[in-house]
């Protein structure tokens, strides 16, 4: 069933729910090395030294975890997904983000090989996000089968929407472009204007979604990768559990969010030789992922301080403002840092550490 609402309904975060867990995982993914020509040896400065630790030229960063070429998308799944599925569960916003320079494995790790069939050769390489459905629609059946006294709905809304120079285009709709985000006045919370929604409860629902998205999403080729991702993309799945209370005769309802954010290529733009376009593009792309660095930090800052509430620049950049509900609060996100192990990459791998260190604090 496809709907098409002028506005779309906001979905805040609801503070009196109990999560899971909350806060900010920061995990880093080295991919394995390619054997494509040209692909340079592996660095021999960089290897993971332990479950949440990797050195690199001799200093050594800890996350919460690190995941080398011998961890599968299964096991990776297994390590950041499920929290983030019971998060939103319990009534609580959660996103994943995966952060990187091009050719790293943030395609990969978020979505994988999609294939519109399942149970051929790829499906046991698809990523995060076909996996995060299929455990949100497992545990939904669990949960509505569960409970005698309580009869349980949910019901799951999805958008694909890309930010590519500051402007926002329908991914599902890309006549749909330069869509506006708006804030409702009564509640503060923000959506995007006219954006497409789809009602999905299996993956046949999510799949064709996920490959009619990701085929209109904008790439370009640069110096750094013939198929270079220039845009972040936002998958956000509206999760609505409306609880009816058989014996009392109440009914309640919990509205939470899944955003999987598979950001632009963080490459610094002088690798990419960027002119005219390229470089407003990497311009932008380069200010929209530090705004985003610099608020993960600011709310990292915050939880650890236990300081009072500070202004917190969501306006920044498009990305932020759009996601804001998602991040901060009693929201969870996973921020998953892909680097590539090869020894020509080590200045971009470093800097993706660094961001990675920043956003853990
Ligand atoms: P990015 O999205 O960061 O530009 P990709 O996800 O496209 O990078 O990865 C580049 C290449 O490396 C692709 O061919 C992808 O299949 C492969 N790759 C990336 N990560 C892994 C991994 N963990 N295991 C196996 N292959 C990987």
Not at 191 to 206: A, C, I, N
């Amino acid at each position: 069933l496809k709907r098409k609402l002028d506005v779309s309904p906001a979905v805040c975060p609801r503070p009196e729910a109990e999560a899971a867990d909350s806060g900010v995982q920061v995990v880093v993914r080295i991919r394995p090395p390619r054997s494509v020509e040209g692909e340079e040896a592996p660095d021999p400065c960089l290897c993971r030294t332990s479950a949440n630790s990797v050195a690199i030229q001799g200093q050594t960063f800890t996350f919460d975890a690190v995941a080398d070429a011998a961890s599968t998308q299964e096991d990776f799944f297994t390590l950041v997904g499920p929290p983030l599925v019971e998060n939103c569960l319990a009534g609580l916003n959660s996103s994943i983000f995966t952060y990187g320079q091009t050719g790293s494995g943030k395609t990969y790790t978020m979505w994988g090989p999609l294939s519109a069939t399942s149970g051929d050769s790829v499906a046991c390489e698809r990523g995060l996000a076909p996996r995060v459905f299929e455990h949100l629609f497992a545990r939904i059946k669990q949960e509505q089968g569960k409970h005698k006294d309580k009869e349980l709905i949910h019901s799951c809304t999805c958008s694909f929407l890309e930010i590519y120079n500051e402007q926002i285009t329908d991914l599902l709709d890309p006549m749909q472009k330069n869509l506006q985000i708006r804030e409702d006045v009564k509640t503060a919370c923000v959506y995007v204007e006219s954006l497409t929604k789809e009602s999905v409860s299996t993956m046949k629902d999510v799949t064709p979604l996920l490959l009619k998205g990701l085929a209109n999403r904008r790439t370009e080729s640069t110096s750094a990768n013939a198929d270079s991702s220039r845009s972040h993309c936002v998958f956000t799945c509206v999760i609505k559990s409306e609880s009816k209370n058989l014996e009392a005769g109440s009914n309640s309802i919990r509205m939470s969010r899944m955003n999987l954010v598979d950001l632009a290529g963080s490459e610094r733009q002088k690798l990419t030789h960027a002119a005219g376009d390229r470089l407003k593009e990497a311009g932008n792309i380069n200010r929209s992922l530090s705004a985003l660095g610099n608020l993960i930090n600011i709310l990292a800052e915050i939880s650890q301080s236990g300081k009072p509430w500070q202004h917190v620049p969501y306006r920044n950049s498009k990305l932020t403002f759009l996601l804001q509900e998602s991040l901060g609060g009693n929201a969870m996100l996973a921020m998953i840092c892909t680097v590539s192990p090869s020894e020509s990459c080590k200045s971009e791998t470093l800097s993706t550490l660094r961001f990675a260190q920043r956003a853990k604090l």
